[in-house]
Antibody, heavy 117, light 107 residues
Framework: EVQLVESGGGLVQPGGSLRLSCAASGFIVSSNYMSWVRQAPGKGLEWVSVIYSGGSTYYADFVKGRFTISRDNSKDTLYLQMNSLRAEDTAVYYC???????????WGQGTLVTVSS | DIQLTQSPSFLSASVGDRVTITCRASQDISHYLAWYQQKPGRAPKLLIYSASTLQSGVPSRFSGSGSGTAFILTIGALQPEDFATYYCQHLDSYPYTFGQGTKLEIK
């Protein structure tokens, strides 16, 4: 059974850093398209970043240069390193696995990041 | 970047009704569109991909159509569990943006 479990969220001050983790089971992370999507409280979904099986990465403009997506193949874990955090980064962050056409088939339960002083 | 505009943003309907939600893209995205359903406090769920392909396990009352810049999600004979928020997402070129969402409420 495919499962995704995010962790690492919490309260951080503006300008601070946080690393989110997404532990996968039931499949091999490095063989799949993996993505991060976020949702600010009461708002819609925002695509954040993706890493392909070959290692290519892409980012939304609003996180480019501040966030880094990566994976640990030995642990089947996806990461999102978030630096220079801003109040507007406050959101629930979901990791998700894509199908062959990049649509997001499996999702984790999400982890809440709150950026506030 | 490609923008997606959903209409309506809010929709009130009754159990048994047939409803349609439209998603318009700011440029041609061929058939590279997916639809998701999200219930409060839950992760989104994939319903439709490639504009019209039903995801495995999704009831057949859900259907998708369209190509290019105009797409439609149709829910035939609404069930109580269908009241949720629906999002479209394009998969044409990065960034893969979402529509702003359509909240489907019980009348």
């Amino acid at each position: 059974e495919v499962q995704l479990v995010e962790s690492g969220g919490g309260l951080v001050q503006p300008g601070g850093s946080l690393r989110l983790s997404c532990a996968a089971s039931g499949f091999i992370v490095s063989s799949n398209y993996m993505s991060w999507v976020r949702q600010a409280p009461g708002k819609g979904l925002e695509w954040v970043s993706v890493i392909y099986s070959g290692g290519s990465t892409y980012y939304a403009d609003f996180v480019k240069g501040r966030f880094t997506i990566s994976r640990d193949n030995s642990k089947d874990t996806l990461y999102l390193q978030m630096n220079s955090l801003r109040a507007e980064d406050t959101a629930v962050y979901y990791c998700a696995r894509g199908k062959t056409g990049d649509q997001l088939e499996y999702w984790g339960q999400g982890t809440l990041v709150t950026v506030s002083s | 970047d490609i923008q997606l505009t959903q209409s309506p943003s809010f929709l009130s309907a009754s159990v048994g009704d047939r409803v349609t939600i439209t998603c318009r893209a700011s440029q041609d995205i061929s058939h590279y569109l997916a639809w998701y359903q999200q219930k409060p406090g839950r992760a989104p769920k994939l319903l439709i991909y490639s504009a019209s392909t039903l995801q495995s396990g999704v009831p057949s009352r859900f259907s998708g159509s369209g190509s290019g810049t105009a797409f439609i999600l149709t829910i035939g004979a609404l069930q109580p569990e269908d009241f949720a928020t629906y999002y479209c997402q394009h998969l044409d070129s990065y960034p893969y943006t979402f529509g702003q969402g359509t909240k489907l409420e019980i009348k």
